[in-house]
T-cell receptor
């Protein structure tokens, strides 16, 4: 597709269940980002992938959160044993790799997000 | 760590008016990037405009322009001839230069809800 695709669009689940969120970036974008948007915390950066590698996972809120990316394309964000405070919109973004010669970051293009509601 | 502050939770103006959204930030970096994103009710974050800190000239995109004051760490967005479709949440965001590793995500402000009245 032309843009970043996220699925599901909405997810409602019971506390304690595991959930998996999917992000399909724009073709050719090697950089991929996950963010969380909640009423209390605003927009928080969670994790960044360059290719299949995530150099720093310290932005993930707890060890219940994990993310992976395979084949340099689709990424999944998994939340185990969900808690009510995990309720939020989870946004994914992708970008071209940074042009190191010009020291220029490429702008990020966002998907529509997954609205996660924990009952 | 960087912080981004948007002091106006909500603003409302009449269609065709000019409106300015404020943003200040705090960083010890000398080189960085600043962005304004728009988020309509559809949830998708749309890039409005970007500014490289090493460029003195203010960025402009059609009706959208910024007033970048590096010494004051201020990055305001001006929307001229506002339109009903400009109604949305507007987020100011900061990003460090690409480092090849570490946390390379955007740091966002809390947002300003802009309402354009007919």
């Amino acid at each position: 597709g032309a843009g970043v695709s996220q699925s599901p669009s909405n997810k409602v689940t019971e506390k304690g269940k595991d959930v998996e969120l999917r992000c399909d970036p724009i073709s050719g974008h090697t950089a991929l980002y996950w963010y969380r948007q909640s009423l209390g915390q605003g927009l928080e950066f969670l994790i960044y992938f360059q290719g299949n590698s995530a150099p720093d996972k310290s932005g993930l809120p707890s060890d219940r959160f994990s993310a992976e990316r395979t084949g340099g394309s689709v990424s999944t964000l998994t939340i185990q044993r969900t808690q009510q405070e995990d309720s939020a919109v989870y946004l994914c973004a992708s970008s071209h790799p940074a042009d190191r010669g010009l020291n220029s970051n490429q702008p990020q293009h966002f998907g529509d997000g997954t609205r996660l509601s924990i009952l | 760590a960087q912080t981004v502050t948007q002091s106006q939770p909500e603003m409302s103006v009449q269609e065709a008016e000019t409106v300015t959204l404020s943003c200040t930030y705090d960083t010890s970096e000398n080189n960085y990037y600043l962005f304004w994103y728009k988020q309509p009710p559809s949830r998708q974050m749309i890039l409005v405009i970007r500014q490289e800190a090493y460029k003195q000239q203010n960025a402009t995109e059609n009706r959208f322009s910024v007033n970048f004051q590096k010494a004051a760490k201020s990055f305001s967005l001006k929307i001229s001839d506002s339109q009903l479709g400009d109604t949305a949440m507007y987020f100011c965001a900061f990003m460090k230069p690409y480092s090849g590793g570490g946390a390379d995500g955007l740091t966002f402000g809390k947002g300003t809800h802009l309402i354009i009245q007919p």
